[in-house]
């Protein structure tokens, strides 16, 4: 079936180090968003990259789409103890979003702890 | 603030007693989806509404049931909780997405841990 592979699973970083979490698709993506988790918590929204090839940037978050529109990252810069949680990528597949009102497919997260 | 509200936050049940959880949202928005989130795994899509229009997931048990009586408000009923249930479960809203209006962020309630006992 259609599916958002994300890797890796887990890492773990000590503080100021950098860190990178990756997002596949089998399909074109109409469009990608990030979401955070923090333990114990929801997901709270990121960010939606739409266009292909697009870039942007939150502080120390830096998101990318691919040209294909298949595949994004997060890169965080010198990780904090506040960015632990799990970050999930989700996309709505199809190149038109298809007639599924905002359905969509989530990666299965990145674990990220921070070692201060 | 706007905001999605679910209620219990905590629910505890035993096996096979049909339980009901509740969300409600302030946001206004047309779509309202459920997730089930288990340990260390992303949120499993079961079933989303736009407006009173219901989308089933084709793998969402019979089990679990659906019902959305105004725009405001949706629930989610398990019929016979077995332990594979014990999990998060996750309410969003988004507004509807359109080939022009296509940023539609899911806004997530805190949601309810249920426990089958």
């Known amino acids: 079936g259609q599916q958002v592979m994300q890797i890796p699973q887990y890492q773990h970083v000590q503080e100021g180090e950098d860190f990178t979490t990756y997002c596949n698709s089998s399909t074109t993506l109409s469009n990608i968003q990030w979401y955070k988790q923090r333990p114990g918590g929801h997901p709270v929204f990121l960010i939606q990259l739409v266009k292909s090839g697009e870039v942007k940037k939150q502080k120390r978050l830096t998101f990318q789409f691919g040209e294909a529109k298949k595949n994004s990252s997060l890169h965080i810069t010198a990780t904090q103890t506040t960015d632990v949680g799990t970050y999930f990528c989700a996309g709505r597949l199809g190149k038109d979003g298809g007639t599924s009102y905002g359905k969509l497919t989530f990666g299965q997260g990145t674990i990220l702890t921070v070692h201060p | 603030d706007a905001m999605v509200i679910q209620n219990p936050r905590y629910q505890v049940t035993q096996f096979g007693k049909p339980v009901t959880l509740s969300c409600s949202q302030t946001?206004?928005?047309?779509?309202m989806y459920w997730y089930q989130q288990k340990s260390s795994q992303a949120p499993k899509l079961l079933f989303h509404y736009y407006d009173k229009d219901f989308n089933n997931e084709a793998d969402t048990p019979d089990n679990f049931q659906s019902r959305r009586p105004n725009t405001s408000f949706c629930f989610l009923d398990i019929r016979s909780p077995g332990l594979g249930d014990a999990a998060m479960y996750l309410c969003?809203?988004?507004?509807?997405?359109?080939?022009?209006?296509?940023?539609?962020?899911?806004?997530f309630g805190p949601g309810t841990r249920l426990t089958v006992l």
């Open positions: 946001l206004n928005h047309n779509v």
């Open positions: 969003a809203t988004s507004r509807l997405y359109t080939q022009v209006s296509y940023y539609n962020e899911q806004f």
